[in-house]
């Protein structure tokens, strides 16, 4: 959350400034070609669209996306959309790895500490689930706990959901053969950990120049489609 701050913000800022360029600069330079009768570009004309449909439907647009936005985020809380969400917070490219490596930290972690804490199996599961902070971990942490009041274990459990992996399963597997679940737990915990550390360390890293570069392209395309028919126009005269 800390480094999409200041992407955010940034991307907040240029939003404006390409609506305010939009609706104030490219009407005045759109007249200078209609008074000349200067041909313009086909991506010229492309913004000079976007700017005749923000000016004439920019509030219908506005009203649409906001009602669209306050029923996404209604549909949101109901149970269908909390697990459409979820599915898809861990399913999108680059965030999902990173969001399913820490959701696999937590529930390790958390399996792990109240097991060493004396704390039934079940009830940790219980807790577990309760923490884990996504409905389809959540959901399979419930299976678990199925298969486990009915004599199964946890990994024969995890194995129905594609989301946890081989290697979280097989694991556990170990732990619960030999008896030593707890520390299995641990060092999945620790894995994962490391790997989250590493994920955010390198998507830190990246974010600023990837922004520079996509600025850098929104905002030559805008200008470059003002400027060169206008170079065209004083080298005409």
Do not use: C
């Amino acid at each position: 959350k800390n480094a999409t701050i200041y992407p955010a913000f940034i991307l907040v800022t240029f939003t404006g400034v390409i609506i305010v360029m939009l609706v104030v600069v490219v009407p005045r330079v759109v007249s200078i070609f209609e008074e000349t009768g200067q041909a313009v570009p086909f991506y010229t004309q492309a913004v000079i669209y976007a700017s005749l449909a923000l000016r004439r439907w920019g509030l219908a647009l506005a009203l649409i996306l906001a009602a669209g936005s306050v029923g996404i985020w209604r549909w949101g809380l109901t149970s269908t959309g909390v697990l459409f969400f979820h599915r898809l917070q861990i399913s999108v490219p680059i965030l999902g790895q990173l969001y399913r490596k820490l959701y696999m930290a937590r529930l390790t972690d958390n399996l792990k500490t109240l097991i060493v804490g004396g704390i039934p199996i079940i009830r940790a599961l219980n807790i577990t689930a309760d923490v884990v902070g996504n409905v389809v971990y959540q959901r399979a942490i419930q299976d678990a706990i199925e298969s486990v009041k009915g004599g199964g274990t946890i990994s024969s459990a995890f194995e129905r959901t594609r989301e946890i992996p081989v290697f979280v399963t097989q694991m556990i597997r170990v732990g619960e053969t030999s008896g030593r679940l707890d520390f299995i737990l641990g060092s999945i915990a620790k894995h994962y950990q490391r790997e989250v550390d590493s994920s955010v360390e390198n998507l830190v890293a990246l974010i600023e120049p990837a922004l520079i570069i996509f600025l850098g392209v929104g905002v030559g395309a805008l200008v470059g489609s003002i400027m060169v028919p206008l170079y065209n126009m004083v080298g005409s005269i």
